[in-house]
């Protein structure tokens, strides 16, 4: 059973950058993706970005240039790095593998980060 557990969220001001973190524990079979997703109070969860063991990238159009997405295959463990930070951006981040072979989601429970204005 893979487990997820994330970390960097945070309070910083519009303008500013934070990191996230996602750890994973267990065995990832590839191929596979690794990403994130966010949910802001309201409105539906939505793709971030996410990386494929290929290294194929995806971006939301509301992050590109702002946000970059990687990976260390050896630890299982994915980031994002946020930059320029707006309040829009104000969610809960949550880590997501899906392994592809087996159809398999797998969920964090979630970091808050906020933005104020």
């Known amino acids: 059973q893979v487990q997820l557990v994330e970390s960097g969220g945070g309070l910083v001001q519009a303008g500013g950058s934070l990191r996230l973190s996602c750890a994973a524990s267990?065995?990832?079979?590839?191929?596979?993706?690794m990403g994130w997703f966010r949910q802001a109070p309201g409105k539906q969860r939505e793709l971030v970005a996410s990386?494929?063991?290929?290294?194929?990238?995806d971006y939301a159009d509301a992050v590109k240039g702002r946000f970059t997405i990687s990976r260390d295959n050896d630890k299982n463990t994915v980031f994002l790095q946020m930059n320029s930070l707006k309040p829009d951006d104000t969610a809960v981040y949550y880590c997501?593998?899906?392994?592809?072979?087996?159809?398999?989601?797998?969920w964090g429970k979630g970091t808050l980060v906020t933005v104020s204005s």
């Open positions: 267990g065995s990832i079979f590839s191929p596979n993706a």
């Open positions: 990386l494929t063991s290929g290294g194929y990238t």
């Open positions: 997501n593998v899906a392994v592809i072979s087996l159809d398999a989601n797998y």
